[in-house]
């Protein structure tokens, strides 16, 4: 898949690459019901950002971009049926915000294609930060990630100080991990 790649629609894929806030498994079932099975992946030749604009000026979504030598852990959910991915593209934005392609992740099952979103470069910038409440969504996964990894998500710099209305914009509250 090269890095301008369109968006795909139509190929059945049974596995979706989580590396965002849907690292929460709650948040995930909430959004898509259950899923067959969860596994530890790895995305290879990728490096996360949080660099995706967000609903509230100066605060960032995360996302990945093919970067040689880079590596982003995430959750595999494997999907009840193919199609049970368009269920998750109202909440990626998908294909205005971000855009579901399929790429090869690496798992102790061998290598699989799974969806992954990848945001549209004109929704993509420098100085955002994530909001302190949506990274808590990305460590909720922290049974998926290697120590080293999840150290590296924790430190990273945040917004604490939104207000609750701000928080419900980005679809995020300080109480409830779904």
């Keep these: 898949m090269s890095k301008g790649a369109p968006c795909e629609n139509d190929i059945e894929v049974h596995y979706y690459f989580a590396y965002g806030s849907n690292m929460n498994v709650d948040r995930m079932q909430a959004r898509v019901g259950k899923t067959r099975r969860m596994l ?31 590596l982003v852990e995430g959750v595999l959910y494997e999907l009840t049926h193919p199609a049970q991915i368009r269920d998750m593209d109202p909440f990626e934005g998908h294909p205005c915000e971000y855009c579901r ?25 420098s100085g955002r930060l994530p909001a302190r409440e949506y990274l808590g969504h990305l460590l909720a996964g922290r049974d998926f990630l290697s120590h ?27 109480t409830t991990p779904g």
């Design 40 to 70: 530890s992946a790895t995305l290879r030749n990728w490096r996360l950002y949080f660099d995706k604009a967000s609903r509230v000026d100066g605060v960032a979504h995360a996302n990945v971009r093919m970067e040689e030598g880079g």
């Design 101 to 125: 392609q399929v790429a090869m992740v690496d798992t102790a099952d061998g290598p699989l294609a799974a969806w992954v979103y990848v945001a549209l470069p004109g929704k993509t910038g």
């Design 148 to 174: 080293a990894y999840l150290e590296r998500l924790s430190t990273q710099h945040c917004i604490d100080s939104l207000e609750d209305e701000a928080l419900l914009s980005l679809g995020i509250s300080r």
